[in-house]
T-cell receptor
Framework: DTAVSQTPKYLVTQMGNDKSIKCEQNLGHDTMYWYKQDSKKFLKIMFSYNNKELIINETVPNRFSPKSPDKAHLNLHINSLELGDSAVYFC??????????FGPGTRLLVL | GDSVTQMEGPVTLSEEAFLTINCTYTATGYPSLFWYVQYPGEGLQLLLKATKADDKGSNKGFEATYRKETTSFHLEKGSVQVSDSAVYFCALPPMNSGYSTLTFGKGTMLLVSP
């Protein structure tokens, strides 16, 4: 009965490749997010979707493209991966009283 | 704009020591306040929250009191355990709900040794 799940948990790939990360939540929430966490644990919001519509699109390279096929899913596709994209990517959904529920993270390493 | 400032880590303690992690915020009005915890290799999870001034949030032996006079929400625990080793994030929501996300502090790493 996982609330927010992400796949894969680990992703190791070469520079220039294209990869996708998938996220699913079974909490019935309307709003979902993608965050990037760097090696110093700093969290940066990348995107927010509400009921399949893009709401927040922070200053993120356009190599990153989110997609929400339905309100329970928010995927992240990354084109032409660069070394600086190495990080942990978290998906989250928003519940009542602004509480956010995070997935376990996807550890991306670009070689 | 809204902001959250946390003390820098790492905070290194021995088991059973007293813990304080400072958090101050800048916001319009009186938002709810949160502490999230991230255990090694995991995602963030809500530790505790307070929804109005003078409220005390508590969970797993941790406490934090919402102090509007000092715009602070310091996290405390009387006796830490090795299993408390984690990164702790203070956060506040946008004043107007909308669809904005939480504003997180930079995180404070806690290392507890036996």
């Amino acid at each position: 009965d996982t609330a927010v799940s992400q796949t894969p948990k680990y992703l190791v790939t070469q520079m220039g490749n294209d990869k996708s990360i998938k996220c699913e939540q079974n909490l019935g929430h309307d709003t979902m997010y993608w965050y990037k966490q760097d090696s110093k644990k700093f969290l940066k919001i990348m995107f927010s979707y509400n009921n399949k519509e893009l709401i927040i699109n922070e200053t993120v390279p356009n190599r990153f493209s989110p997609k929400s096929p339905d309100k329970a899913h928010l995927n992240l596709h990354i084109n032409s991966l660069e070394l600086g994209d190495s990080a942990v990517y978290f998906c989250a959904s928003r519940g009542v009283q602004e509480t956010q529920y995070f997935g376990p993270g996807t550890r991306l390493l670009v070689l | 704009g809204d902001s959250v400032t946390q003390m820098e880590g790492p905070v290194t303690l021995s088991e059973e020591a007293f813990l304080t992690i400072n958090c101050t915020y800048t916001a319009t009005g009186y938002p709810s306040l949160f502490w999230y915890v991230q255990y090694p290799g995991e995602g963030l999870q809500l530790l505790l929250k307070a929804t109005k001034a003078d409220d005390k949030g508590s969970n797993k032996g941790f406490e934090a009191t919402y102090r509007k006079e000092t715009t602070s929400f310091h996290l405390e625990k009387g006796s830490v355990q090795v299993s408390d080793s984690a990164v702790y994030f203070c956060a506040l929501p946008p004043m107007n709900s909308g669809y904005s996300t939480l504003t997180f502090g930079k995180g404070t790493m806690l290392l507890v040794s036996p």
